[in-house]
Protein backbone atom coordinates (compact mmCIF):
# COMPACT_ATOMS: atom_id res chain seq x y z
CA UNK A 1 0.00 0.00 0.00
CA UNK A 2 1.14 3.90 -0.81
CA UNK A 3 1.04 6.63 1.11
CA UNK A 4 -1.25 8.14 -1.19
CA UNK A 5 -3.77 4.66 -0.83
CA UNK A 6 -2.95 4.90 2.99
CA UNK A 7 -3.92 8.42 3.71
CA UNK A 8 -7.42 8.18 1.05
CA UNK A 9 -8.55 5.61 3.57
CA UNK A 10 -7.69 6.89 7.04
CA UNK A 11 -11.39 8.67 7.34
CA UNK A 12 -12.98 5.47 6.63
CA UNK A 13 -10.33 3.29 9.20
CA UNK A 14 -11.40 5.93 11.95
CA UNK A 15 -14.93 5.13 11.11
CA UNK A 16 -14.39 1.54 11.19
CA UNK A 17 -15.96 1.21 7.46
CA UNK A 18 -13.12 -0.89 6.16
CA UNK A 19 -13.23 -4.51 5.17
CA UNK A 20 -10.87 -7.03 7.44
CA UNK A 21 -8.29 -7.07 4.18
CA UNK A 22 -8.36 -3.39 4.12
CA UNK A 23 -7.97 -2.81 7.85
CA UNK A 24 -4.84 -4.91 8.24
CA UNK A 25 -3.09 -3.68 5.04
CA UNK A 26 -3.47 -0.15 6.23
CA UNK A 27 -2.35 -1.10 9.62
CA UNK A 28 0.52 -2.90 8.69
CA UNK A 29 1.39 0.51 6.44
CA UNK A 30 1.17 2.31 9.40
CA UNK A 31 3.53 0.21 11.89
CA UNK A 32 6.28 0.97 9.37
CA UNK A 33 5.61 4.58 8.27
CA UNK A 34 6.20 7.89 10.21
CA UNK A 35 4.61 10.06 8.11
CA UNK A 36 1.17 8.20 7.63
CA UNK A 37 1.05 7.01 11.45
CA UNK A 38 1.49 11.14 12.54
CA UNK A 39 -1.65 11.82 9.96
CA UNK A 40 -3.51 9.07 11.47
CA UNK A 41 -2.84 10.17 14.77
CA UNK A 42 -3.74 14.09 13.94
CA UNK A 43 -7.53 12.36 12.60
CA UNK A 44 -7.58 10.00 15.66
CA UNK A 45 -7.05 13.02 17.91
CA UNK A 46 -9.92 15.53 16.71
CA UNK A 47 -12.24 12.26 16.88
CA UNK A 48 -11.42 11.65 19.99
CA UNK A 49 -11.89 15.15 21.49
CA UNK A 50 -15.49 15.70 19.70
CA UNK A 51 -16.26 11.49 20.83
CA UNK A 52 -15.36 12.88 24.24
CA UNK A 53 -17.49 16.35 24.25
CA UNK A 54 -20.90 14.52 23.04
CA UNK A 55 -23.63 14.73 25.30
CA UNK A 56 -24.54 12.04 27.22
CA UNK A 57 -27.92 11.69 25.99
CA UNK A 58 -29.88 11.15 22.61
CA UNK A 59 -30.17 14.39 20.34
CA UNK A 60 -33.78 14.87 18.65
CA UNK A 61 -33.85 13.54 15.10
CA UNK A 62 -34.54 16.53 13.48
CA UNK A 63 -31.01 17.89 14.20
CA UNK A 64 -29.11 15.47 11.88
CA UNK A 65 -30.23 17.91 8.91
CA UNK A 66 -28.91 21.00 10.67
CA UNK A 67 -25.78 19.70 11.92
CA UNK A 68 -25.64 18.13 8.48
CA UNK A 69 -26.31 21.71 6.62
CA UNK A 70 -23.80 23.61 9.13
CA UNK A 71 -21.14 20.41 7.83
CA UNK A 72 -21.65 21.28 4.38
CA UNK A 73 -20.77 25.23 5.00
CA UNK A 74 -17.86 24.37 6.51
CA UNK A 75 -16.43 22.20 3.44
CA UNK A 76 -17.20 24.77 1.45
CA UNK A 77 -15.27 27.23 3.24
CA UNK A 78 -11.99 25.68 4.01
CA UNK A 79 -9.33 25.12 1.73
CA UNK A 80 -8.88 21.96 -0.18
CA UNK A 81 -5.86 20.02 1.23
CA UNK A 82 -7.96 19.87 4.69
CA UNK A 83 -10.86 18.08 3.31
CA UNK A 84 -10.46 14.44 5.46
CA UNK A 85 -10.08 16.31 8.29
CA UNK A 86 -13.48 17.94 7.55
CA UNK A 87 -14.79 14.50 6.93
CA UNK A 88 -13.72 12.72 9.78
CA UNK A 89 -15.43 15.95 12.00
CA UNK A 90 -18.80 14.79 9.55
CA UNK A 91 -19.04 11.51 10.49
CA UNK A 92 -17.97 11.81 14.00
CA UNK A 93 -21.26 13.78 14.56
CA UNK A 94 -23.47 11.96 12.19
CA UNK A 95 -22.43 8.47 14.11
CA UNK A 96 -23.31 10.94 18.02
CA UNK A 97 -26.77 11.41 16.14
CA UNK A 98 -27.75 8.37 14.82
CA UNK A 99 -27.01 6.31 18.12
CA UNK A 100 -28.79 2.56 17.82
CA UNK A 101 -27.02 -0.79 19.20
CA UNK A 102 -25.41 -3.31 17.44
CA UNK A 103 -26.17 -6.71 16.53
CA UNK A 104 -24.49 -8.61 19.40
CA UNK A 105 -23.59 -11.69 16.63
CA UNK A 106 -20.51 -9.51 15.21
CA UNK A 107 -19.00 -8.69 18.45
CA UNK A 108 -17.17 -12.07 19.60
CA UNK A 109 -15.38 -11.55 15.91
CA UNK A 110 -14.76 -8.09 16.26
CA UNK A 111 -12.75 -8.77 19.93
CA UNK A 112 -11.09 -11.89 18.22
CA UNK A 113 -9.97 -9.78 14.63
CA UNK A 114 -8.93 -6.84 18.47
CA UNK A 115 -6.64 -9.45 19.79
CA UNK A 116 -5.19 -10.60 17.13
CA UNK A 117 -4.06 -7.58 15.59
CA UNK A 118 -2.76 -6.85 19.15
CA UNK A 119 -1.31 -9.91 20.11
CA UNK A 120 0.92 -9.20 16.28
CA UNK A 121 1.77 -6.27 16.84
CA UNK A 122 -0.18 -4.66 14.20
CA UNK A 123 -1.92 -2.35 16.50
CA UNK A 124 -0.23 -0.36 19.57
CA UNK A 125 -1.46 0.50 22.73
CA UNK A 126 -2.57 4.58 23.00
CA UNK A 127 -1.52 4.32 26.46
CA UNK A 128 1.07 1.47 28.03
CA UNK A 129 0.72 1.21 31.92
CA UNK A 130 1.02 -1.34 34.34
CA UNK A 131 -1.41 0.88 37.05
CA UNK A 132 -4.93 0.70 36.52
CA UNK A 133 -5.27 4.45 37.76
CA UNK A 134 -3.06 5.71 35.09
CA UNK A 135 -5.52 3.75 32.43
CA UNK A 136 -9.06 4.97 33.61
CA UNK A 137 -8.04 8.35 33.90
CA UNK A 138 -6.85 8.08 29.85
CA UNK A 139 -10.30 6.23 29.32
CA UNK A 140 -12.78 8.64 31.19
CA UNK A 141 -13.02 11.35 28.70
CA UNK A 142 -13.18 9.06 25.75
CA UNK A 143 -15.86 7.56 26.70
CA UNK A 144 -19.50 7.95 26.74
CA UNK A 145 -19.95 5.63 30.36
CA UNK A 146 -18.64 5.03 33.63
CA UNK A 147 -15.71 2.39 33.76
CA UNK A 148 -12.38 2.31 36.03
CA UNK A 149 -10.58 -0.50 36.52
CA UNK A 150 -11.01 -2.29 40.07
CA UNK A 151 -7.84 -1.27 42.44
CA UNK A 152 -7.49 -4.83 43.33
CA UNK A 153 -5.50 -5.38 40.03
CA UNK A 154 -2.13 -3.41 41.28
CA UNK A 155 -2.69 -5.13 44.52
CA UNK A 156 -0.07 -7.59 46.03
CA UNK A 157 -0.77 -10.86 45.89
CA UNK A 158 1.54 -14.79 45.65
CA UNK A 159 -1.19 -16.23 43.94
CA UNK A 160 -1.84 -13.39 40.83
CA UNK A 161 -0.52 -14.66 37.12
CA UNK A 162 -1.85 -11.68 35.27
CA UNK A 163 -0.60 -7.79 34.94
CA UNK A 164 -2.22 -5.29 33.29
CA UNK A 165 -0.39 -4.15 29.99
CA UNK A 166 -2.52 -0.62 28.45
CA UNK A 167 -5.18 -0.16 26.52
CA UNK A 168 -6.39 1.48 23.60
CA UNK A 169 -9.83 3.14 22.11
CA UNK A 170 -11.83 1.02 19.52
CA UNK A 171 -15.20 1.72 17.75
CA UNK A 172 -17.54 -1.02 16.86
CA UNK A 173 -19.87 0.44 14.50
CA UNK A 174 -21.33 3.20 16.31
CA UNK A 175 -20.72 1.62 20.45
CA UNK A 176 -17.38 3.33 21.49
CA UNK A 177 -14.85 0.58 22.99
CA UNK A 178 -12.02 0.47 25.85
CA UNK A 179 -10.37 -2.09 24.54
CA UNK A 180 -7.61 -3.90 28.05
CA UNK A 181 -4.72 -5.75 27.21
CA UNK A 182 -3.38 -7.80 30.01
CA UNK A 183 -1.02 -10.69 30.22
CA UNK A 184 -1.16 -13.82 32.11
CA UNK A 185 1.61 -16.32 31.97
CA UNK A 186 3.45 -14.33 29.10
CA UNK A 187 0.29 -14.63 26.95
CA UNK A 188 -1.72 -12.23 26.02
CA UNK A 189 -5.16 -11.45 26.68
CA UNK A 190 -7.69 -8.78 25.91
CA UNK A 191 -10.96 -7.25 27.62
CA UNK A 192 -13.40 -5.11 25.74
CA UNK A 193 -15.57 -3.34 27.39
CA UNK A 194 -18.85 -1.25 25.94
CA UNK A 195 -22.17 -0.02 27.62
CA UNK A 196 -24.83 -2.46 27.41
CA UNK A 197 -27.05 -0.50 25.62
CA UNK A 198 -25.53 -0.78 22.15
CA UNK A 199 -24.19 -4.54 22.15
CA UNK A 200 -25.75 -7.27 23.59
CA UNK A 201 -23.64 -10.03 23.85
CA UNK A 202 -25.15 -13.80 22.73
CA UNK A 203 -24.50 -16.67 21.20
CA UNK A 204 -22.02 -20.00 22.07
CA UNK A 205 -22.92 -22.60 24.80
CA UNK A 206 -24.22 -20.23 28.29
CA UNK A 207 -23.22 -20.77 31.84
CA UNK A 208 -25.17 -19.12 34.60
CA UNK A 209 -23.58 -18.24 37.93
CA UNK A 210 -23.54 -15.34 40.85
CA UNK A 211 -26.69 -14.37 38.37
CA UNK A 212 -24.35 -13.58 35.55
CA UNK A 213 -24.79 -15.58 31.76
CA UNK A 214 -21.60 -15.76 30.67
CA UNK A 215 -21.65 -16.73 26.85
CA UNK A 216 -18.31 -19.21 25.61
CA UNK A 217 -17.33 -19.33 21.98
CA UNK A 218 -14.13 -19.70 19.66
CA UNK A 219 -12.89 -18.27 16.85
CA UNK A 220 -9.74 -18.46 15.06
CA UNK A 221 -8.62 -21.06 17.90
CA UNK A 222 -9.41 -18.23 20.04
CA UNK A 223 -11.79 -18.68 23.31
CA UNK A 224 -13.53 -16.15 23.80
CA UNK A 225 -16.34 -15.49 26.57
CA UNK A 226 -18.82 -12.13 27.16
CA UNK A 227 -21.27 -10.96 29.47
CA UNK A 228 -23.41 -8.22 30.91
CA UNK A 229 -22.64 -7.11 34.38
CA UNK A 230 -23.60 -4.03 35.87
CA UNK A 231 -24.75 -1.75 32.79
CA UNK A 232 -21.53 -3.14 30.74
CA UNK A 233 -21.25 -5.85 28.25
CA UNK A 234 -17.58 -7.47 28.15
CA UNK A 235 -16.17 -9.46 25.58
CA UNK A 236 -12.62 -11.36 26.93
CA UNK A 237 -10.14 -13.08 24.75
CA UNK A 238 -7.22 -15.80 25.29
CA UNK A 239 -5.68 -18.88 23.83
CA UNK A 240 -6.93 -21.75 24.79
CA UNK A 241 -4.14 -22.53 27.20
CA UNK A 242 -6.40 -20.34 29.95
CA UNK A 243 -8.96 -21.29 31.58
CA UNK A 244 -12.37 -19.93 31.70
CA UNK A 245 -12.73 -19.16 35.01
CA UNK A 246 -8.62 -18.28 35.03
CA UNK A 247 -8.86 -15.45 32.82
CA UNK A 248 -12.15 -13.72 34.60
CA UNK A 249 -9.91 -12.80 37.34
CA UNK A 250 -8.65 -10.14 35.58
CA UNK A 251 -11.99 -7.94 36.03
CA UNK A 252 -14.23 -10.29 38.50
CA UNK A 253 -10.91 -11.24 40.68
CA UNK A 254 -12.32 -9.38 44.09
CA UNK A 255 -13.25 -11.19 47.18
CA UNK A 256 -16.99 -9.78 46.56
CA UNK A 257 -16.56 -10.80 42.45
CA UNK A 258 -15.14 -14.17 42.48
CA UNK A 259 -18.66 -16.02 43.64
CA UNK A 260 -19.86 -14.82 39.89
CA UNK A 261 -16.95 -17.03 38.46
CA UNK A 262 -16.61 -19.75 40.69
CA UNK A 263 -18.43 -22.11 38.64
CA UNK A 264 -17.34 -21.29 35.60
CA UNK A 265 -15.94 -24.59 33.34
CA UNK A 266 -12.12 -24.58 33.10
Known sequence: M???????RLPLYIDHELARGEVEDLERHLAGCAKCHDAFE????VSDNIRAAKPLYDAPLESEARVREIIRARERAVIA???RIVAAISAAFIAALMLRPVK???FSEFAAGSHVRYASGATPLDVASSQPEAVSRWLAPRLPFHFKLPDYINQPDSTKKYSLSGARLLQYGNADVAY????MNRRPISLLVTSASQVK??????????GIDFHFSSDRGLRLITWIDRGLSYALVSDPGVTGAESCVICHGSTA??????TLPE
Open 2 to 8: TCREAES
Open 42 to 45: VLRD
Open 81 to 83: QRW
Open 104 to 106: ANG
Open 180 to 183: LAYS
Open 201 to 210: PGGGQTFRTG
Open 257 to 262: DRKKIG
